[in-house]
Every structure is written in C-alpha cells, then in structure tokens.
C-alpha cells in the first residue's frame, strides 16, 4: 500500500488529491494500494480570486463535499514540520493535539500569502488575501457611515496596483458611496513604480487607466506607504492622507512550509520543480500551486495563480499516482496563459499570452470574468463522477474555454 499526502485544501491541493484518485482509478489499481490524506488548516476551498468581490465569507465550497465523494481522508490541522528524510509531516490538529503523519509521496501545496510590509502601523492595515482578511475589511467599510467622525471616513488608500490592487481599487468607491451617502468619497491607488500596472505591460494598460478615471480613482506614483494608523496613511514623499482604511495588496510570498524542503527556492520562496512537477533533488516530495516555480510554455515560469495552480494540482495528483504504481510520468503542459482583470462598474479586460495582448474589454470581458469567478473555478460538489472527470490533467480548464471565446 502506498500513502499519499497533500498539504494544503486551495486549488492546487484539492485538484492534486483528486488527480491522485484518478490516476489509482485509471490504473484499475485496488482502492487500498493507493490512499490519499489531504491535511489542511481550512474546512473550505477558499475562492480567493473572488475575494475582492462583495460578500467574501461566502466564496468558500466545504472541502468535504469535494473530497469526501472521492474518497479522500482529510484531517484538519496545520503543519509545523517536515522531515523528508524520515518522510513524515509533523501537524497540530485542530483540537490541539500533536499530530505525525507518514506519508510515500508527499504533494507540497500550501500556497501563498501577501507579504506583511515592514512600515510603521502595519498591523492597521487591511488586506484581501484570505476570506477572514476580506471579511473584516468588509465589516469595515459596512460601519464606516455610522461611527463618528468627518469626511475623511469615506476615503480609501489602496497600496499596490497590481493585478488584485487594481481589482480591489476599481470595486471600492462603489462600496464607500453606499455608506457615505451624499459625503464625498476618496480613493487614492499608491505605487511605487511609474506607472499602473508595472508587471501586466503596455497591453491593457490604456484600458486600465480609463478604468481608474471612470471609478475617480486617485494616483500617486514613485510613492510607497511609509506608515500608517488609526487615522492617516503617510507616504515616502511626505504626503499624508486622512484616511482609516488603507489595503495592502503588494507582493506575495510562497507558503513558509517551503522553507523546510531542502530544495532550491526563487526569489518569492517557491521551490524549483522539474516537468514532472518533482522537487528537485528531493526524494519522494512534489510541490504544486503558489508553493511551485513549475516552467512552462517553452520556458516562463508560471504565475502565482488559479489557472496554473489547478493544472499543476491535477498533474502533480496524476503523476505522484503513476509514480507509486511504476507508471510513466507526464510533463507539465498547460494551455496557453491567459489574463482577465476585473476593473470594476468600467469591466474588464482580457489579455492573451505572456506579452498579455488585449482580446476583450469592457461588458463583454466582464461577463467572461462573471463566468469564470462565479462557474469555472468552483470544482463540482457531491457528485464523485463530476469531480473525477474534471480531475483529468488533461483538461486544463479554463484557459480552452477562453481561448475559445477570444479566438
Ligand atoms: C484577491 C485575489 C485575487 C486573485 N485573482 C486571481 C485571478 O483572477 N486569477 C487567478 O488565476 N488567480 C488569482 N489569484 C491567485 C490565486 O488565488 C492563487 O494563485 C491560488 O489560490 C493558489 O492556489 P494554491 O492552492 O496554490 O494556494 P492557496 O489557495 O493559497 O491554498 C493553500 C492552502 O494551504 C493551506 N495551508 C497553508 N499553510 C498551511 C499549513 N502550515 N498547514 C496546513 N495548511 C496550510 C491554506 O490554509 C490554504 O487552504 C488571486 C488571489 C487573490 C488573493
């Protein structure tokens, strides 16, 4: 009998135990040759790229409704420690117990988080990065119309414009009007860089820019927070700007499990992997999601995103299921990279490829965004058949699709 275990419940695991099912499946193997333990801190699959949206505590699907059907063990816990040498994973379960878990094969996919900035006041600044953090951003611009004070509660500053800098500061002057009333309402997007945008390219910048006009969205660029309170959010150039909600969204960093891998890590802490989506130099231990530097497409590395992070997950699952049953292992290829930007009340716009050429824009690209956030990257629920079809690395939803619709 062999053992697989996937740290991490987000996209990257959850496709991974499921692709591991499948493989066992298609390989007719007996369903205790092969067993599949998912550990993970959350009861629920974690939507985070809706979390910029209205109503965050709901984009979550329970993990048990997804894993359960497949036959997947889940044990709810966080892990402190890896030994891959002796090859078990140490955890605390969630009533608080000491947990030690061996495993034959172990799929590292415990994501990301935004980076904590070391500015004065951080702990007062807010962020979208997990469904907790949302929500109480959330509950706050919600009693920003109650609680006392001037107009200066109707202000916003969002640090980083980013890809989920931009989509939170496009959807926050809708939430301010509705508590401010008649108030006036500010927004102020801070980058450091020159321009909007830095890493997405000229592409759809012209779209986003008229995006940010059409909400009112304030720019001060060549600027970084310096520091922030209660009250105000000072920037690197002095200015300071009244305000009791300033975002972070800028810069993410993998999973700090990474660390106890001893594999090599780029400069965002994600470990190398081959086209097998195998650590490199590490018996036994696979990574995939935020946690993996994979290549692909004739040599980018990917993107800390959803749309790698569900392929790598389903062939990760496969390959570490052919790995234990003596079956050929497959190389990583997912379909073409694509990019759809929500950018508020304006829409959205969708680019194609890694120089990110505009495809769509406007109502058109945002109902594509609607459709992918609200359908395409839910897994199915309760229906083992669904999920296990959709398990299939082969599949590399969504990106056909949308290539489909931008041809
Ligand atoms: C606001 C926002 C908007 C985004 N928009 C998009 C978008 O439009 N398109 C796109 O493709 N991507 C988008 N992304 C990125 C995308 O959400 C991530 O790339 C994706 O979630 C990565 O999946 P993952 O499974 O690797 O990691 P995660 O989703 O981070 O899941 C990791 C899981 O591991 C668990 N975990 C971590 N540490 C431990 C531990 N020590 N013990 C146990 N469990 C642990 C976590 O609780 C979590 O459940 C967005 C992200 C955000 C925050």
Redesign the pocket.
Known sequence: MSNILV???????VWAAAGAIRARQEAGAAEDAVTVTL????DDL?I??R??EDDPQGKRVALDRVLGPIGVRRIP???TGIDTEARTVSAVGRDGSALELSYDRLIL????RVLTPPVEGADHLFD??TLPAAAALESHVSRLGTVTGGDERFTAVVIGAG??GL?VVTELPTRLRAVAGDRPVRVVLVERADTVGPALGPGPRPEILAALEHAGVELALNVSLQSVDRERAVLSDGTVIPTRTVVWTAGMRA?A?TELIPGTRDAIGRLEVDEHLRVVGVDGVYAA???AAAVAEGGHVVM????H?VPQGKLAGANVGADVLGLPLVPFAPNPYVT?LSLGPYGAVLTTGWDRTVAQTGDEAKKLKHTINSEWIYPPIDDAGAILTLADHRTTWPTETVQSVSA
């Open positions: 740290i991490g419940g987000g996209f990257a695991g550990i993970g801190a959350a974690a985070r790229p979390l910029y816990g966080i892990v996919a415990s994501g990301s979208v990065d890809f989920t989509e999973s499990l999601g935020d946690t800390q995103s959803c749309q992070a759809c």
